[in-house]
C-alpha cells in the first residue's frame, strides 16, 4: 500500500468522448484500490483530475479555459491538479512548460503509474514545495486487464474492447495519443459484462476506435458481441465505432439475427468526395460507403445509420463540398454529427497540407449539411408516427421531472408525461409516437 495522507479526496471531470468515460471509471477503480476517496464536490477535493480529449480544437480551448478557472481555486488552499487522456499526451511539452499549475500529466496508457505520482505530488505539497509527476509513454501491451471499472449507477455501462489505433487517417490524432490496436481478452470482456449485469445495468455499449479490427485468438467482433448479448440480464447492446473500409459480413448478419443487438450502426462517413477521402487516407470511396449502406439495409431494413462528417478539409472545394452534400441526400441517414476541420498537431494532415479553407466557409458548410440533415431527419422520424416503439427508460427528461426520457432500439431519443405509469429505469416499456421533431420522439 502506497503511504500517504489519510483519505485523500478526488475530484474528476471527464470531457470528450465515451472512451474518456469509460477510462475515468478505470482511474476511479485503481486510485480507490490505494485508499483514495471520490467526491462530486471539487471545493472538498485534495485532487482535482481533468480528463482530456484531443480530437478537436474546440476541446482544447474548453480545457485550456477550465484550468485558467482552477488557477484562482488553487491559490485559495493546496490542491494537487492532474491532466489525464488524450491532450495530456499530444500536448505533453506545452502543458508541461506554459501551465505551472498542473501537478501531474497522464497519458491514456499510463493511469496504473497515478497512485504513486499524485501520493508524490501530495507529501510534496505538504511540504511546502512543487513536485511533477509525468507519465506519457504509449504501451503495445497496456489493456488494464484486471481492473473493474467503477461505474456509477446508471443504466448503461461502458466496456473498452480494444484500445489504440492503426488506421492512420491523416486528420486523427488518436494513434498518437492512445497508440496501436490492442485487443482484450474476450472472457474478461465477458466476465465484466457479467459484473455489469450483476450490478443491475441493462445496457452495455461495446467500445473500440475500430471495433471492426478486434482480434484475439480466433474471436472477431461479431463473435464477441453476440456472446455479451447473450449475458445474462443485458436488454441491449451497443457498439461504436467501426470503420466504413472493413465492415464484415459477419457483424451485419450477428446485428440482423440477435434481438438483444441494437439495430443501429454509427457509421462515420467524413466526406463524400473521393478526392478528399483520399487525402484523408480513409481507404474508400463515395460509391463505396452508399454501397455499404445499401447492403446493410438490404440486410437489416429497419436499421438507424448515423454518421460523422468533417467540412471544410485541407484543400475541400465547393465541387468536394457538393459531393458530400449528395452523399448525404442519397444516402438519407437518420442523423449526423457534423464539425468544422480541425488541425491537430503531430497528426499526417498537419505535416502535409495546409488548413488552407477559411473558417467562415467552413462554417457555412456546416450550416448547409445541417439543413439538409435535419430535414432527412425530420422526415425519417416522422415515419414512426402512429406506431408503438419499445422504449429503454434512462431517466427523466431534460425540459421536466414529470416526463421520462429513454432510447428506441434504433437510439432514438423518446420522451413522454410520466403520470402514473410504472417508472424505472433500465426496464423496457412501450410508447405510442403521436409526434416528431428532428431532435426527439413524443409519446403517450
Excluded at 428506441?408 to 417508472?423: A, I, L, M, Q
Aim: hydrophobic share 35%; aromatic share 8%.
Amino acid at each position: 500500500m502506497i503511504q500517504k495522507r489519510s483519505t485523500p479526496q478526488v475530484h474528476i471531470e471527464t470531457f470528450g468522448c465515451q472512451m474518456n468515460e469509460s477510462d475515468s471509471e478505470l482511474v476511479r477503480s485503481m486510485l480507490k484500490g490505494e485508499g483514495f476517496t471520490f467526491t462530486t464536490d471539487r471545493e472538498r477535493a485534495d485532487v482535482l483530475l481533468v480528463n482530456t480529449c484531443a480530437i478537436r480544437e474546440n476541446a482544447h480551448n474548453k480545457i485550456y479555459a477550465h484550468l485558467s478557472e482552477l488557477k484562482g481555486l488553487k491559490k485559495q488552499r493546496p490542491l494537487v491538479v492532474g491532466v489525464l487522456g488524450c491532450m495530456a499526451q499530444s500536448l505533453k511539452s506545452e502543458l508541461a512548460e506554459k501551465e505551472p499549475l498542473i501537478d501531474v500529466l497522464a497519458g491514456p496508457d499510463a493511469y496504473r503509474q497515478l497512485p504513486v505520482l499524485l501520493s508524490n505530488a501530495m507529501a510534496a505539497q505538504e511540504e511546502g514545495f512543487s513536485r511533477k509527476g509525468f507519465a506519457l509513454d504509449l504501451s503495445e501491451y497496456e489493456t488494464y486487464e484486471g481492473v473493474l471499472p467503477d461505474r456509477d449507477n446508471g443504466v448503461n455501462a461502458w466496456i473498452t474492447v480494444m484500445r489504440g489505433c492503426d488506421n492512420f487517417c491523416s486528420f486523427c490524432v488518436v494513434p498518437y495519443t492512445r497508440g496501436r490496436e490492442r485487443s482484450r481478452d474476450p472472457e474478461a470482456i465477458l466476465a465484466e459484462a457479467r459484473d455489469a449485469a450483476a450490478r443491475g445495468f441493462t445496457q452495455i455499449t461495446l467500445l473500440g476506435q475500430n471495433v471492426n479490427s478486434y482480434r484475439h485468438g480466433g474471436w472477431d467482433f461479431a463473435e464477441l458481441i453476440a456472446a455479451v448479448a447473450d449475458t445474462e440480464g443485458i436488454l441491449r447492446v451497443r457498439f461504436t465505432s467501426p470503420h466504413p473500409k472493413d465492415f464484415p459480413t459477419s457483424l451485419i448478419d450477428a446485428i440482423a439475427a440477435h434481438p438483444n443487438i441494437c439495430k443501429h450502426i454509427h457509421l462515420p462517413l467524413q466526406s463524400g468526395s473521393d478526392r478528399i477521402l483520399t487525402l484523408m487516407d480513409r481507404t474508400y470511396s463515395g460509391e463505396e460507403y452508399l454501397a455499404l449502406v445499401n447492403r446493410i439495409r438490404h440486410t437489416i431494413p429497419d436499421i438507424i445509420l448515423t454518421t460523422d462528417i468533417i467540412c471544410g478539409f485541407c484543400s475541400e472545394t465547393e465541387e468536394d463540398f457538393l459531393s458530400t452534400q449528395r452523399i448525404v441526400e442519397q444516402a438519407r441517414l437518420d442523423s449526423a454529427y457534423i464539425f468544422k476541420y480541425s488541425e491537430r498537431k503531430n497528426t499526417i494532415a498537419a505535416r502535409k497540407y495546409s488548413d488552407d479553407v477559411p473558417d467562415q466557409v467552413k462554417g457555412s458548410r456546416v450550416a448547409r449539411l445541417v439543413d439538409i440533415q435535419r430535414r432527412i431527419t425530420l422526415e425519417r422520424h416522422r415515419q414512426y408516427i402512429g406506431k408503438d416503439l419499445e422504449i429503454l427508460i434512462e431517466g427523466d427528461a431534460t425540459r421536466s421531472s414529470a416526463q421520462g426520457m429513454g432510447k428506441t432500439d434504433g437510439n432514438v431519443t423518446v420522451v413522454w408525461d410520466k403520470g402514473t405509469d410504472p417508472f424505472e429505469p433500465g426496464t423496457l416499456i412501450t410508447k405510442h409516437i403521436y409526434e416528431a421533431s428532428a431532435a426527439t420522439l413524443y409519446g403517450k
